[in-house]
């Protein structure tokens, strides 16, 4: 995940990286190692890389924007039966509904790794969800199910 820390450290300090290369080149301007025109395409490449950076944060603003909704809204509509699934005794064995549920449930959790993985999904949010996640593997029927599908590697490199 290094290069996500690099991308993040980007996006939190451009401008202050931008605005050192800028004052940089005027000090080597007013001590004459920099002529004016080459000043103006120092000038011209922070821009173009605060440009490209800033935009570069608003697309994936967006794109985390819409997936952490996307991923909510099937929460959402698993929650309740998640608990009921955790809250039944341990001993009792899995029904064929409750396995399904599991499966849909274990599915989402491996996409939320994968973008995570893949830099899209920010820090706070994943340990979020992974808090979640743990906290289900808490219940041993649930926990036996998912170590199974774990050990099969279905779940992106998910693990716990």
């Not at 967006?62 to 001993?91: S, T």
Request: proline residues 2%; glycine residues 6%; hydrophobic residues 45%.
């Amino acid at each position: 995940h290094a290069d996500h820390h690099i991308k993040r450290f980007l996006f939190k300090y451009y401008a202050l990286m931008s605005a050192a290369v800028l004052a940089t080149g005027f000090c080597l301007l007013l001590l004459g190692f920099l002529q004016l025109n080459q000043l103006a395409a120092v000038a011209a490449g922070v821009f173009a890389f605060a440009f490209g950076v800033q935009k570069q944060h608003l697309e994936e603003m967006k794109w985390f924007k819409e997936l952490f909704q996307q991923f909510n809204l099937r929460y959402d509509a698993l929650h309740e039966d998640l608990n009921r699934i955790y809250k039944q005794p341990a001993k009792l064995p899995l029904e064929e509904h409750e396995i399904k549920t599991l499966f849909r449930y274990f599915n989402l959790c491996g996409e939320e790794h994968l973008y995570f993985d893949k830099g899209f999904i920010c820090e706070e949010a994943w340990t979020a969800w992974y808090n979640g996640m743990r906290l289900f593997r808490q219940n041993p029927r649930i926990r036996k199910l998912w170590n199974d599908e774990l050990g099969a590697d279905s779940y992106y490199g998910l693990t716990f």
